[in-house]
């Protein structure tokens, strides 16, 4: 099957009855990395299933620009963790300095994995402020594995900007 009938096919997949076969589709179509493909991923995030959904934000993240981050940021807001967390790790895949600043809230969401994911993406992208944020983040965590990547990501940061709170 040729790519282009491949790319097609799976986002024909995209409306199957099959929940399954709809995260697979989405999975895939990142995996391809086709432009083609990034209005369908951009319909399926209304999809009934998180798991859709968040296979779905995985994949616009591998193909997003960062003049499109800001079609991410909507998705922060999701009911579905999983869901949250992929886009706090589409935006850091997209590293997108300006829209980074939308992951500082997410410092605080409810579910750790969101949060650590914050704190991986915002090492990432950086900033100004990031550091800042950081660092009263980490005071603030209860989680280990949360603190410790808010100080990963202070690390990253001051590997990047060689250092001090700016």
């Not at 990142?30 to 432009?35: N, S, T, Y």
Request: glycine content about 8%; aromatic content about 4%.
């Amino acid at each position: 099957m040729a790519e282009t009938d491949r790319v097609l096919y799976l986002i024909g997949v995209l409306k199957d009855e099959d929940s399954e076969l709809r995260q697979n589709a989405a999975l895939a179509l990142g995996e391809i990395k086709d432009r083609r493909c990034f209005p369908a991923l951009l319909e399926t995030m209304n999809d009934d299933d998180p798991e859709v959904r968040q296979a779905a934000m995985w994949s616009i993240g591998e193909l997003a620009e960062p003049e499109e981050s800001a079609l991410v940021l909507p998705h922060l807001e999701d009911e579905a963790w999983e869901v949250r967390k992929a886009a706090v790790n589409a935006l850091g895949k997209i590293g997108d300095g300006e829209q980074g600043k939308a992951i500082f809230p997410m410092l605080e969401d409810e579910h750790w994995k969101v949060r650590k994911s914050a704190a991986d993406s915002l090492g990432k992208v950086g900033g100004a402020d990031a550091k800042k944020v950081l660092l009263s983040a980490c005071v603030k965590e209860r989680f280990y594995d949360v603190r410790e990547r808010i100080l990963k990501a202070v690390e990253k940061i001051d590997s990047l900007t060689g250092g001090g709170i700016k």
